[in-house]
Nanobody, 121 residues
Framework: QVQVRESGGGLVQAGGSLRLSCAAS????????MSWYRQAPGKQRELVAR???????DYSDSVKGRFTISRDNAENTVALQMNSLKPADTAVYFC???????????????WGQGTQVTVSS
């Protein structure tokens, strides 16, 4: 059974930093695109950053230069280092493990439960 679990959220003042972690289990995610999304109250879920199996990264314009996504394929983990946080970054942050094949079985995308990030002004 696939599980995706986020950790590291919390309350921080504007200008501060947080590091989110995501651990995936139940399959080999080394060939999956791993992503972080966020959803603020009353808004749609949006892509924050993603990283491919070979380490290529993409960021939304709103976080580019402030957030860094990284992964450890051996541990099936992905992290999001968030610096220079703004109140507009306040949201629930979700980890997404992309679809992939492993041992002849297809695994659809999997989501974690989310972790709250609150940035105070």
């Amino acid at each position: 059974q696939v599980q995706v679990r986020e950790s590291g959220g919390g309350l921080v003042q504007a200008g501060g930093s947080l590091r989110l972690s995501c651990a995936a289990s139940g399959s080999d995610f080394s060939l999956s695109v791993m992503s972080w999304y966020r959803q603020a109250p009353g808004k749609q879920r949006e892509l924050v950053a993603r990283i491919t199996s070979d380490g290529s990264t993409d960021y939304s314009d709103s976080v580019k230069g402030r957030f860094t996504i990284s992964r450890d394929n051996a541990e099936n983990t992905v992290a999001l280092q968030m610096n220079s946080l703004k109140p507009a970054d306040t949201a629930v942050y979700f980890c997404n493990a992309g679809a992939h094949w492993y041992s002849g079985t297809f695994y659809p995308p999997s989501w974690g439960q989310g972790t709250q990030v609150t940035v105070s002004s």
